[in-house]
């Protein structure tokens, strides 16, 4: 299921608008400049706002890219709709995206609407599991894709399972691949007392075919210490460790994303390297 | 589905972390795993409810406008403290039509909120059966000072959007001056913009979807045999689809 894809090596994410903004990284002239750093380009949108000048662009280039959601809540079976699916699939076609893929939990309160932007991981329990497995099996089976749920970043998690439990039932169950995101697992870890690798040994990971690596920012909130998903340039210490773990063990990945989208190019040049190392094309 | 409700409580919780959630329909098991949480979790992301907001914003400028202005920024942001962003929530709705109510009760002026309204749901899918607006229409009858009011409130914003520190500024703008209530205007959202159109049509609109058309326009003191040959011309003129 998982040999015939292409090994897409080292690639960057963007969000919407997220060239123009001043500060954030043009990736086709990123790409341009490291042709042997960064090797394709993961797209974050939805439907509502479609894909932005740089991706176009991106689009027209021709090279390879990944398709991420930020409009569908895979937690909910009932969320997805032919309407989204066939806004979703024309972008994805247009991108000539390799999978489709995106945080699996909550993106919006309620009904599908604009600008909610919810990023809630799913309860942590064995029917919310079996839930999101059927959601990711009928996307599946609906678009034709190989879709790739996502362990989302939260500031606390609810239900008494571990995360990488949860997960595993669902790609199992949905018969799915994984995009395991190292700094989203790394806050988990740390939110539930665990060490970094905790639970990795149990997960199956032949399915992890994609990894995050973002960087993060340990804070404390009246007291209360957290660590917050913040895409700058440096990733915790624990993502560092989870991600040479994974890639050296997940036997199917294709591809490894370095969430950097709103720093400068010197501040990320030496995590490109690095990771270039670890995960060369 | 019970995991989906102790997920919609904690939605509630994050932008309204002193919630009272305990009527909340949750097993003595899901209550023990929310009570594991600690509660400063909830408001790590100050910024949560203002990032929603922007999106509601964006929607109902002008209904913003005139509330904040009536109102209060606090008042207008006390929305996600509302029982009708709660309510949304809970039973999946839509948070704009929840943030209609609460502008409409900060004084936001029902005609141009009616216009705006209209054209938000007009965005959205149009989840029933039978005869339904088609794709990107939709219907609102109000005051005929509607669309006056809507364009003065819109160039007030244009103007600001220009120097958005004009709004720091002690000779900033005030809300212009409405213009007083006058007749009725029947208004139409379409993709191609706003048109007038009749009060049949507009109030037919109004009311789908529908499997009982022939029962809607008696509703409105027509004819029942009206019903096939408005169907006809709705259908031909793109204005409602049957699903």
Redesign the interface.
């Known amino acids: 299921m998982f040999a015939a894809l292409p090994r897409l090596g080292v690639g960057i994410s963007c969000e919407f608008a997220g060239g123009p903004r001043g500060s954030g990284l043009d990736a086709v002239a990123l790409r341009e400049a490291w042709p042997d750093l960064i090797h394709f380009l993961e797209v974050g949108a939805d439907v509502a706002r479609g894909l932005d000048p740089h991706m176009q662009r991106w689009a027209e280039a021709g090279w390879p890219a990944t398709y991420h959601f930020l409009d569908l809540n895979l ?2 079976a009932d969320d997805l ?1 032919e ?1 989204w699916l066939r806004a979703t699939l024309e972008m994805a076609d247009r991108l000539g995206a390799h999978w489709l893929c995106g945080d699996a939990g ?1 993106w919006h ?3 599908r ?6 990023l ?1 991981p ?2 942590l ?1 064995a ?2 599991a079996e ?1 999101m497995a059927r959601a990711v099996g009928e996307l599946q089976e609906r678009s034709g894709r190989l879709v790739l749920p996502e362990n989302p970043p939260a ?2 998690y ?3 399972l571990h995360l990488l439990d949860f997960f595993g039932r669902v790609v199992e169950a949905a018969d799915s691949g994984m995009l395991l995101d190292a700094a989203h697992l790394a806050v988990f870890q740390r939110h539930r007392g665990h060490d970094p690798l905790d639970g990795l040994a149990d997960f199956p990971l032949e399915r992890v075919v994609e990894v995050h690596v973002a960087g993060g920012v340990v ?1 404390e ?4 210490p ?1 660590v ?1 998903d913040t895409h700058g340039p440096e990733p915790l210490d624990d993502t560092w460790q989870i991600t040479e773990w994974v890639v050296e063990h997940a036997s199917n990945l294709k591809a490894l994303v370095y969430e950097c989208e709103h720093n400068a190019a010197p501040e990320v040049r030496a995590n490109f390297e690095r990771l270039n190392a670890l995960f060369a094309p | 589905m019970s995991h989906q409700a102790l997920a919609r409580v904690v939605m509630r919780l994050l932008h309204d972390p002193q919630a009272d959630v305990s009527a909340a329909d949750l097993s003595a098991e899901e209550r023990a795993w929310l009570s594991e949480v600690d509660p400063r979790a909830w408001s790590v992301d100050h910024e949560r409810p203002a990032r929603v907001l922007k999106g509601l914003v964006d929607e109902l400028p002008a209904s913003v406008a005139i509330a904040t202005a009536r109102a209060s920024y606090p008042a207008v942001l006390a929305f996600f403290r509302s029982t009708w962003f709660h309510a949304e929530v809970d039973h999946r709705g839509s948070l704009i039509e929840g943030f209609a109510e609460h502008l409409r009760e900060l004084g936001a002026d029902p005609g141009v909120l009616g216009i705006e309204l209209a054209q938000a749901r007009a965005r959205r899918p149009s989840s029933g059966r039978g005869l339904c607006c088609a794709p990107g229409v939709a219907a609102v009858t109000v005051d005929g000072s509607a669309l006056e009011n809507l364009n003065r409130i819109e160039r007030l914003l244009f103007e600001l959007s220009l120097f958005p520190a004009m709004a720091l500024s002690r000779e900033r703008p005030g809300l212009p001056e409405l213009a007083p209530p006058a007749g009725t205007l029947h208004l139409v959202v379409t993709p191609e913009g706003l048109r007038q159109l009749g009060r049949v049509v507009c109030e037919v609109l109004q009311r789908l979807p529908t499997d009982n058309l022939a029962g809607v326009v008696t509703e409105l003191g027509l004819p029942s045999h009206v019903a096939e040959s408005l169907e006809a011309d709705l259908l031909r003129h793109g204005l409602a689809v049957i699903r």
């Not at chain 1, 609407?113 to 919810?118: D, F, I, S």
């Open positions: 937690a909910e709709d309407d909550y309160l309620g009904r609407e604009r600008g909610h932007e919810l809630l799913p309860i329990c029917p919310a839930e500031a606390a609810v239900g008494p804070r909130h009246r007291g209360y957290w917050e």
